[in-house]
């Protein structure tokens, strides 16, 4: 297994859009592996290839507080949602920075697992904030694209300010 690095905001590498995973094989399992060491070592709840510079529809999720819990979402449809709840959000590739963002109270998604075998989970919850979160991902936005474009760019400033700062 790999630590891959996460790209930062306003990296333009994030707003890629992922394309389909064409078959699961040994180097799709290799990615979710790197993907799983990452997020975990970040630590994080979840982790989209698109933030590891792979634009591909791969990802990591694990919500659970002893971190034994991981799910590989592979080309992931929400083939279902309803409700809508606020929640603070966060990013990886965001560090530092938390915000609240209204999204679907609960969502169905499709997806294949790391053998390629499809199945449906109905999430509600910080998983159903988690699979939608990570799944903008992979069609290339990024949470602080809900909020206004003055706290985008006070967002932007204030990580520029960071970066500058440990240089
Ligand atoms: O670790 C993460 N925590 C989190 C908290 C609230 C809502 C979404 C998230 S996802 C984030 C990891 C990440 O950036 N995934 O893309
Ligand atoms: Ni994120």
């Known amino acids: 297994m790999a630590k891959l690095s996460i790209l930062r905001y306003p990296d333009p590498r994030l707003y890629t859009v992922a394309k389909p995973v064409e078959t ?12 799983a060491e990452t997020m975990y070592a970040a630590p994080g709840i979840g982790l989209a290839a ?16 002893e971190h034994n819990d991981l799910r590989v979402f592979i080309n992931p449809v929400i ?10 959000e966060g990013c990886l590739s965001v560090p530092g920075i938390y915000d609240k963002v209204t ?12 053998d390629g075998k499809s199945f449906t989970l109905e999430a509600e919850g910080l998983m ?18 809900y909020l206004s ?16 700062e440990t240089m």
């Open 50 to 65: 698109t933030q590891v510079d792979t634009h591909l529809q791969v990802v990591v999720i694990d919500t659970s507080e």
């Open 24 to 35: 699961v094989d040994d180097r799709i399992r290799k990615l979710v592996a790197d993907m």
């Open 103 to 114: 999204r679907a109270e609960r969502v169905t998604v499709q997806a294949l697992d790391a």
């Open 149 to 164: 474009t003055l706290k985008q760019s006070r967002i932007k400033n204030k990580l520029k300010k960071r970066v500058l």
């Open 128 to 145: 159903a904030v988690c699979v939608q979160h990570e799944m903008d991902h992979l069609l290339g936005k990024v949470f602080v694209q």
């Open 79 to 88: 083939v279902s949602a309803d409700g809508m709840a606020i929640h603070e």
